[in-house]
């Protein structure tokens, strides 16, 4: 179909198709807004229901596209600097998942980091891959994880050789939800030696390599399957997200059945149409669109940085990374005597000041291009006040002392997740856990890295750990109990 006006190919379409005066007898139920419930239409208003349509041959097909869904793919491709782009309406969670199935067959390793999200723990159930985990770098004053270094790799690598196994992929996070990048090149080059495919969850990145100050894309740097959350820092609705294959190592087909098992077949066009229209609004000015952005956040730094009492988590925190992204700003309060939650508290209830992510020991804002100059000057008289009316220096010093704890590495592994998935389970009193093999991921956050995974031994150190944050009243993610006065186990 002929793109109307200068149109996105997929939005075009989208306006085409709902303009027609048709005779409609297809799904959805809400039949283009004349059944639309009435209580959402006084919100969001009818148009969102018009647009709101099935797979009609007009709008092409998500698996086997042809039409404007295959013209906007390769647009994005284009744009991001990828041989094939797959739209997501699973989130970048379907995209990690896929990236991992199509990569790993059952029983083949993957080495990835212990704070990987949980989609790839859910790809190892659904693949069969065994986790071969690195730690990544942890900072104990900020209570936050980094990434993942080339020599990291490179050991992992040559301990699964020493096992006679070869890994199947490796899998990075960069940037972490922090904005902390890992060196992608080297990483990259290394895996490649050696005939390993890289897999990146960019879900926080889908914006780099967008200006001259930021770090390069995963893409650039070498990576063979990239998964962007395109809702995050660009402008398409949330849930939907990219992946990216660049070269030829990873079998593309495996791909497209992965994805197709995986996403529904009954997607949103609403959130397909946002992917093509996010790429286009990119592409109409892609060195300077960040501009207002950049300076704004660049901006907030220095007059942050000047504020007595509030840290800026930079680089020399983090000292085996090569950058952090600048539109990710995060600060520490502990010289004022604050947790992140009693920062946040404070920030919110007097200023109206919504962060992206709240930590025991930080607060992390997020620039996009929505970010306005009154917004930023709010956060900073904010941080100011917080300052001005912060504790006396005998409570900081006391509260200074308890920072947060490292993670550590004294787990093994009695099942691998897809077997411990499967596995019988009951549950149990936490205490009598200890020795048992794990049968649920409970992660608390920060900082994000998973304390105990299914099919790993319980050890009396996780289960100080886990009760220990929680009396600091750190969420914890995955447990069935949140009090965690039980944990579930396999029976085996």
């Given at each position: 179909m002929s793109q109307q006006h200068g149109l996105p190919p997929l939005v075009s379409a989208l306006k085409a198709s709902a303009a027609q005066n048709a005779a409609s007898f297809h799904f959805p139920g809400h039949n283009r807004g004349h059944a639309a419930p009435s209580s959402l239409t006084k919100l969001i208003g009818l148009k969102p229901f018009i647009y709101d349509l099935?797979?009609?041959?007009?709008?092409?097909?998500?698996?086997?596209?042809?039409?404007?869904?295959?013209?906007?793919?390769?647009?994005?491709?284009?744009?991001?600097?990828?041989?094939?782009?797959?739209?997501?309406?699973?989130?970048?969670?379907?995209?990690?998942?896929?990236?991992?199935?199509?990569?790993?067959s059952p029983g083949e390793h993957i080495i990835l980091p212990r704070n990987s999200h949980i989609s790839a723990i859910s790809a190892m159930v659904l693949s069969g891959a065994i986790p071969?985990?690195?730690?990544?770098?942890?900072?104990?004053?900020?209570?936050?994880?980094?990434?993942?270094?080339?020599?990291?790799?490179?050991?992992?690598?040559?301990?699964?050789?020493?096992?006679?196994?070869?890994?199947?992929?490796?899998?990075v996070i960069s940037p972490t939800y922090h904005g902390i990048c890992s060196n992608l090149t080297e990483?990259?080059?290394?895996?490649?030696?050696?005939?390993?495919?890289?897999?990146?969850?960019?879900?926080?990145?889908?914006?780099?390599?967008?200006?001259?100050?930021?770090?390069?894309?995963?893409?650039?740097?070498?990576?063979?399957?990239?998964?962007?959350?395109?809702?995050?820092?660009?402008?398409s609705f949330t849930q939907s997200s990219m992946l990216h294959m660049s070269g030829n190592v990873v079998?593309?087909?495996?791909?497209?059945?992965?994805?197709?098992?995986?996403?529904?077949?009954?997607p949103s066009y609403l959130l397909l149409a946002s992917l093509d229209a996010a790429r286009a609004q990119l592409s109409e000015n892609p060195e300077t669109i960040f501009n207002k952005?950049?300076?704004?956040?660049?901006?907030?730094?220095?007059?942050?940085?000047?504020?007595?009492?509030?840290?800026?988590?930079?680089?020399?925190?983090?000292?085996?990374?090569?950058?952090?992204?600048?539109?990710?700003?995060?600060?520490?309060?502990?010289?004022?005597?604050?947790?992140?939650?009693?920062?946040?508290?404070?920030?919110?209830?007097?200023?109206?000041?919504v962060p992206e992510l709240v930590g025991s020991q930080s607060i992390t804002f997020a620039f996009n291009l929505g970010t306005c100059k009154e917004h930023v000057q709010r956060l900073v008289s904010g941080l100011q006040e917080l300052s001005a009316c912060s504790l006396q220096i005998e409570t900081t010093e006391t509260k200074v002392k308890d920072r947060g704890h490292a993670p550590f590495t004294d787990t093994s592994m009695s099942l691998n997740p897809r077997d411990a998935f499967f596995a019988n389970k009951r549950?149990?009193?936490?205490?009598?856990?200890?020795?048992?093999?794990?049968g649920e991921l409970i992660c608390p956050y920060p900082p994000g890295i998973p304390v105990m995974i299914p099919g790993e031994?319980?050890?009396?150190?996780?289960?100080?750990?886990?009760?220990?944050v929680r009396r600091k009243g750190v969420v914890v993610t995955g447990a069935s109990d949140p009090l965690l006065s039980s944990i579930v186990i396999c029976d085996v």
């Open positions: 099935p797979e009609l041959p007009e709008l092409d097909n998500l698996f086997s596209p042809e039409g404007p869904i295959l013209e906007a793919q390769k647009l994005a491709a284009k744009l991001f600097g990828s041989h094939e782009t797959w739209f997501l309406v699973g989130g970048t969670t379907c995209g990690i998942q896929a990236a991992i199935m199509a990569t790993c071969k985990y690195i730690m990544p770098e942890y900072n104990c004053n900020w209570d936050i994880a980094g990434g993942i270094t080339p020599s990291q790799v490179n050991k992992a690598i040559k301990e699964l050789e020493m096992e006679g196994q070869k890994p199947a992929a490796v899998f990483i990259s080059q290394l895996c490649h030696s050696y005939g390993i495919p890289v897999i990146v969850d960019e879900a926080h990145g889908a914006h780099l390599g967008f200006h001259p100050q930021m770090p390069h894309s995963a893409l650039k740097q070498g990576a063979d399957l990239v998964v962007q959350s395109t809702h995050k820092v660009l402008c079998d593309r087909e495996k791909i497209c059945r992965s994805l197709q098992t995986l996403q529904s077949t009954s952005a950049m300076k704004l956040a660049t901006e907030a730094k220095i007059l942050i940085k000047k504020i007595p009492g509030i840290t800026l988590l930079e680089l020399p925190s983090f000292t085996e990374f090569p950058t952090i992204d600048p539109l990710r700003l995060t600060i520490g309060s502990w010289q004022l005597g604050l947790s992140g939650y009693e920062a946040d508290d404070i920030l919110y209830g007097n200023h109206g000041i549950k149990v009193g936490i205490r009598e856990s200890l020795g048992k093999v794990c031994i319980i050890t009396e150190r996780a289960l100080d750990y886990l009760l220990g």
